[in-house]
């Protein structure tokens, strides 16, 4: 069984800034690229950021230069810093990762963790 579970999200003023942590636990043998999405109300998720297991990152636009991914492969975790947070980075975000649990290779979600921004 491999689990992703999500930490950090919150309720911040626009300007602000939080950081969201992701672990994985369970079976896991290796982990291959990891990520970050999120839906707002009413739409569909979207891509935030993804890093890959020899660190190379990813962006969305609406978020280069204000958001940051990194990740700590002895702690099986990814983190996403969040700077500049505006009301429209109001979403749950999930993080997301691929792993081969020994028996196979699959990607994997977390529950999510709600951020909001109030303006």
């Known amino acids: 069984q491999v689990q992703l579970v999500e930490s950090g999200g919150g309720l911040v003023q626009a300007g602000g800034s939080l950081r969201l942590s992701c672990a994985a636990s369970?079976?896991?043998?290796?982990?291959?690229?990891m990520g970050w999405y999120r839906q707002a109300p009413g739409k569909q998720r979207e891509l935030v950021a993804s890093?890959?297991?020899?660190?190379?990152?990813n962006y969305a636009d609406y978020v280069k230069g204000r958001f940051t991914i990194s990740r700590d492969n002895a702690k099986n975790t990814v983190y996403l810093q969040m700077n500049s947070l505006k009301p429209e980075d109001t979403a749950v975000y999930y993080c997301?990762?691929?792993?081969?649990?020994?028996?196979?290779?699959?990607?994997?979600w977390g529950q999510g963790t709600q951020v909001t921004v109030s303006s």
């Open positions: 997301n990762a691929g792993i081969y649990n020994g028996l196979g290779f699959r990607g994997y």
């Open positions: 890093i890959t297991s020899g660190g190379s990152t």
């Open positions: 369970g079976r896991i043998f290796s982990i291959s690229g």
